[in-house]
């Protein structure tokens, strides 16, 4: 990656006079610094919220040129780990929650606790916020914007099946399936993401259930809660009867199109989705609710993605870029586009936040909000262990008994 021959923004501006004898040539063509972002936004929404952040950071930013570039989430670790291998890191790295432990463990990420401590903006974000990106007191990012977890659900299909309100508990969510379903029209009651992805609302359920036990790094199964929490999540499907055909190899994409076409009358998904859903759906059609309460707890989680900085060489450009995100600005632009959330109290406040009804579900989740679990090796094994048992289930290869007792020993081996 270019450094313009190791020049950083303030040795540009601090060389005055030879600035001015090169004042006929562009300004960038002197002073920018070039970093890059690497990134796991995919839809168009994301990557148009993006650009429009770009567009105004480097209006305020005019000395620091920012190439982005995405890369498909499925591949984003094993890339970001090659690079830290070769040294070939990007400047600047989205750090999502559950990857922070394994990024951190690489090295491949920069500790930036004194630039947050000294930061004017650091009080507008809650202790839950700095929780996620923090490990052993160190902080290594900024909450760059929230994943707020909540349901949609089709509110004319409700009303035409007589159902007054969205599911409040697991069971009510089932009888509510149940109704709305008939396969004759080709409707399903729930959108279930058995494919690529899925491991996030699949976690929920666990913890729902309370089959995950968290103790500071480490986690372990409580094993007959996690085997009801199996049952429950594959019966949508396998008893019930209530998921679409294709929800065993359903992944982001499926299950969004799912519902959006009228497939499907529930799905769980975060407030990113909202500006996709409502492309396709009026708000006379379409509702948002709490997660429903499992019997253990509810779990309404809230997720804060991150932008942390990978490379030390152009360090003070690298935080003003992570930094930007916080900006009101930004974060507006980066909701319109997109529909997620400020992660900031600065913005969150906003009257085009608190005016919007269907954001209130939102505004509820916030209060109560679980933040995600932090477990070296965690990710890797929800995405892949854990999701692999899960299919065998919903397939009819295996049992929830069997799931449970393959997931206890790969969960053993892949997080110590």
């Known amino acids: ?4 021959n ?4 303030r040795r540009v501006l601090g060389a005055g006079a030879a600035a001015a004898g090169l004042a006929g040539l562009p300004f960038k063509a002197l002073a920018a610094t070039d970093i890059n972002y690497w990134h796991h936004f995919t839809s168009q929404t994301e990557i148009a919220g993006m650009v ?3 567009r105004l950071f480097q209006a305020a930013n005019p000395d620091v040129s920012v190439t982005q570039e995405n890369i498909p989430n499925a591949d984003y670790m094993a890339k970001f780990t090659s690079a830290v291998i070769a040294n070939s890191r990007p400047d600047t790295a989205m750090v999502s929650p559950e990857r922070l432990p394994d990024m951190v463990a690489m090295n491949g990420l920069v500790d930036l606790s004194d630039r947050v401590a000294s930061w004017d903006k650091k009080d507008f974000y809650s202790d839950d916020a700095w929780e996620g990106i923090d490990i052993d007191g160190k902080i290594y990012g900024v909450p760059a914007f929230s994943f707020v977890y909540w349901t949609y659900y089709r509110k004319d299909w409700f009303e035409e099946a007589g159902i007054e309100s969205p599911p409040d508990t697991f069971e009510e969510m089932i009888e509510a399936a149940i109704k709305i379903t008939d396969p004759s029209k ?5 959108s279930l993401r058995g494919g690529a992805g899925g491991q996030s609302s699949f976690i929920d359920v666990f913890d729902s259930f309370g089959g995950f036990i968290y103790e500071g790094s480490s986690v372990e199964m409580d094993i007959p809660k996690a085997v009801a929490a199996v049952r429950f999540y594959s019966d949508l499907f396998t008893k019930y009867k209530v998921a679409q055909p294709s929800a065993p190899a359903d992944s982001y994409r499926q299950m969004m199109e799912g519902f959006r076409t009228g497939q499907t009358g529930m799905v769980w998904h975060h407030t990113g989705s909202l500006t996709e859903i409502l492309g396709a759906l009026s708000p006379d059609q379409v509702g948002t609710a709490l ?3 499992g019997p253990h707890t509810r779990i309404a989680r809230v997720k804060y993605q991150y932008n942390g900085v990978s490379n030390d060489q152009s360090l003070d450009q690298s935080w003003d870029w992570t930094s930007y995100w916080g900006d009101v600005d930004a974060a507006i632009a980066l909701l319109e586009a997109t529909g997620y959330f400020p992660a900031t109290s600065e913005v969150s406040n906003d009257p085009r936040i608190t005016s919007n009804p269907l954001y209130q579900a939102a505004l509820d989740t916030l209060k109560i909000g679980a933040p995600t679990p932090k477990v070296v090796g965690f990710d890797g094994w929800s995405r892949n262990s854990m999701m692999s048992e899960f299919q065998k289930v919903l397939i009819g290869n295996s049992t929830p008994e069997e799931a449970v ?3 206890a020993r790969t969960l053993d081996r892949e997080t110590g």
């Open 1 to 4: 990656m270019s450094k313009h």
């Open 6 to 9: 190791g020049l950083t923004r």
């Open 52 to 54: 429009e952040i770009m």
């Open 186 to 190: 080709g409707r399903y009651g729930f």
């Open 291 to 293: 997660r429903p309460a």
């Open 405 to 407: 007792d393959a997931m």
